[in-house]
Structure formats: structure tokens, C-alpha cells
């Protein structure tokens, strides 16, 4: 394999961050992938004359062009339950390794169960959700796993203030509120419930808060590295005044599934291409998070928690950071993998505080 990156979905909202990262940790042979050539020529050309190579998910004639020579493969271009496979085979098929910055947990799980063993035969590590939230997610709880040897629960927590969301997640999670939401419950995947009551958290340096289901990536990859925690939750941190509205439309997610099938999400999905396409970089910097793994036993909490500002920001560097890191050497694992099990939680993590990451542990 040579050492080129291909970001497809580049001239989207993520895929530029993700570009300017790339280029900013010194990566040179970047070639940018998309539909629009005009666009992919504009930003080309902001960048000094980059590659580019023009490609659709839906017409898998042009993916093989697409990913020629490339050692990496990054796609941004959702939502990933529509646009994702394609790009994830047609990559393996070049023999190249594949990020993407889904937050799909369907998805998450098809790739797993199609490509693992591809991914294992052609010696590349296929990451899904090289994003803020299940990149860090994974390693705080591998960390946490790793301190507490006994343990059998992990739940994760995701918090970001201020958040507002960019064109992408929101149609991922338009095209996604429908989709099984699952858990880790006693070994096994199972689904979980149709109207579960908002979670009670003490976020690490704040006061008690209410956190509703949120499907994750960590009850699909955690059990594969650490066999004894048999039940596994994500969970999204949110202002108590919309938890239980929050959790009213949880509950109505079978409703919303056949208004989506009968096309009734049309309009909704015109309101959010009339949106902004993301915040402006002044208001993300203003967005802290934090990602906390939390195990609770007899009167006591042992937990890990990664903490920074910006998530699209720090989303566009770990998925560059994990490419610079494949171009550099190979991963410690192949297949189907979480971050951590690609690089290990501890390395990657150090990676990440120049870019005003930090971990904390209690």
C-alpha cells in the first residue's frame, strides 16, 4: 500500500475539518472525494492544489477510482446507514484501511458483522465512529476496564454545552431515531426499552444531571477487548427541562418509523437543508464536553472522564490523528475495531492533549 489519504464527503462540513487536520499534522498526499467537482475544485484549490476524484456511494462503478493507492480511506458522507457500505468495501477491496465519523449505532453493527473478516483477511482495521464522542467514549471505558479488573458495568456518558449540530448528524439522527437502540445486558446485545427513565449522573466536577438512551458503539466493541463486563450503556447528558420530552419521543419512535416510511420526514429534512450547514468555528470553541465512563459499586464510583471544547474540531483531528498514525506504523489490531483496540486507549489518548484533551481519573 502506498501512503495516500482519500477523505470522502470532503467538501462537507466535517470533511473540510478533517482535511485542515490532516494537512496540519503533515500529511501531503490527500486526495479529496465527493459529488459536487466544483466544489471538490474549490477547496482543492484553498489548499494548494490537491487531488480530486469525483464519486457517488449510490453508483459503486466510480468507488474503485475513488480509492486507488490510498492507505487510508476516510469517509465523512451521511448519513452512513444510507451512504457507509459502499465506501467501507470498496475500500478493503484496494486493500486500504477505513475511518469514518458515523454516529450510527445500525450501521456500526452491520459493518461489524459483514467486514470483520474481510478487514482480518486483507490485514486493514476498519474504525467506524472516529468521532468525538465513541472514539474518547471507547478509551476512557477501556482505561476504566483496564483500573477495575472486577467490574461487570460500565455506562458511558456523553455531554457537550451549547451544542448545535451540523446538517449531517442531524439527518443521521433522523434517519437513525428508528433503529434498534442497543445494549449490553448480561452478555448480550439486547434492545433497549421502548420508555426508560432518564438516567441520574454526577457529572465529574459538576452537580447531578439527567441523561437519556443514546445507542453507542461500546456495548457492540467493549466486551470483544474486555470479556467480563457483560452489560454496557451509552448515555447523552441533557438539560433536565427537555429529559422527559427527550424520553417522550424515545417512546415514539415506532410512530416516527411509519411516518418515515410513508415519506412523511420530507419536510423535516428540507427544514434542515434550509439550516446552517454547522456552527462557525468561534461558536464550537465556546462548546465544552466531556465523555465519562462511570462503573458504580458498594458506596463507592470509580470513573474516567476525557474532557476539551469543540467536538466537530476535535472530531476532524482524531480522525486525522488516527490516519497519520496508520501512515506512521500499523495498528495494533486488524478487522472491525474500536479506537482503542486500533491504537490503544492510553497512546491515543496522550495524542490527543496537544489538542487540549485531557483525562482525568477518581
Known sequence: MGKRVVVFGATGYTGKLVVEALLGLGVSDVVLGGRNRDKLEQLAAKHGGLEIRV???????????????????????????????????????????????????????????????????????????????????YCVAALLAEAVHALDRIDVFNRVEGFSATHGTMKSAVYGITAPALIRRRGRLTERGLSPLPMRVHMPGGKHELAIPFPGGEALHLVRSYPWIKNVTTNLVVPRPLAMGAMALWSARPAIGLAQRAGAMAPVLSWIDSQPEGPAAAERRKQPFKVYARVRGNNHVRGVVASGVDPYGITGTIVALGAKLLLDGAPRATGVISTNQAFGAERFLRQLEPFGVSVARF
Do not use: C, W
Open 55 to 137: 464519486a457517488d456511494a449510490t453508483r459503486h462503478e466510480t468507488l474503485a477510482a475513488l480509492v486507488a493507492g490510498a492507505h487510508v480511506v476516510i469517509s465523512t458522507a451521511g448519513p452512513f446507514d444510507l451512504y457507509g457500505e459502499p465506501v467501507v468495501r470498496a475500500a478493503l477491496d484496494a486493500g486500504a484501511h477505513f475511518f469514518d465519523t458515523t454516529g450510527e449505532q445500525a450501521y456500526m453493527l452491520r459493518v461489524l458483522e459483514r467486514y470483520h473478516g474481510l478487514a482480518r483477511q486483507k490485514q486493514a482495521a476498519v474504525v467506524n465512529a472516529q468521532a468525538f464522542e465513541y472514539a474518547l467514549g
